[in-house]
């Protein structure tokens, strides 16, 4: 089985990238794991021109492609995004725009292998956990339209920075 954990923080070397660095590990005693950070992929915003819901390709040949073949190479799929303005970074966001032809409201739509499971994790600095269940449900709509099965979410609060995201409290 191969576990696919993605830092959705474009710093990669801060409170997210430990969050899902322990994750990794931890899944690396079941799993092939290979982490990845959104900012190791090079992609333009989506021009929302809709060529894609009836294509089913995108009009951009880009880094998301690089993105999706690991998506599909994994069959659990774990996205570790951070609170930026009470919602996801802009560059997460951009690529979740781009899977559009990916998504399943359209038809044709392109398709990810069958049977993928998604596990949705989201933390912030403040101490609140209603601002993360936001950033969950994000991650849970794009899990939906990409036919990824959500099976779990878990809201980190009280996280500034890398040092912190060891004491992280779930509330
Ligand atoms: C641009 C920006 C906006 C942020 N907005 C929020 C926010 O709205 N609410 C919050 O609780 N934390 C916010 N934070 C704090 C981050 O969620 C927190 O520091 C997180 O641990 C950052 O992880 P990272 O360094 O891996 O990106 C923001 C941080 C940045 C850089």
Redesign the pocket.
């Known amino acids: 089985m191969n576990a696919l954990v993605m830092?959705c923080?474009?710093?990669r070397t801060?409170?997210?990238?430990?969050i899902a660095g322990i994750i990794a590990e931890c899944l690396g005693k079941r799993f092939r794991v290979k982490a990845v950070c959104i900012d190791d992929f090079d992609f333009g915003f989506c021009k929302g021109c809709r060529s894609c819901h009836s294509t089913a390709k995108c009009v951009q040949d880009d880094g998301v492609g690089q993105v999706i073949a690991d998506l599909d190479w994994a069959d659990a799929i774990v996205l570790v995004s951070?609170?930026?303005?009470?919602?996801v970074?802009g560059q997460f966001k951009s690529f979740i725009d781009r899977c559009t032809p990916w998504c399943n409201t359209h038809e044709p739509h392109a398709a990810l292998k069958p049977g993928k499971r998604g596990y949705a994790v989201a933390?912030?600095?403040?101490p609140s956990q209603k601002?993360c269940l936001g950033i969950i449900g994000t991650i849970e709509h794009f899990f939906g339209h990409m036919e990824i099965e959500p099976r779990g979410r878990l809201a980190l609060?009280s996280?500034?920075?890398?040092k912190?995201?060891k004491t992280a409290r779930r509330r």
């Not at 996280?159 to 890398?162: A, D, H, K, L, P």
């Open positions: 830092n923080s474009p710093v801060g409170a997210t990238a430990e951070p609170s930026y303005w009470a919602d970074p933390l912030r600095t403040g601002e609060c996280v500034e920075c890398r912190d995201a």
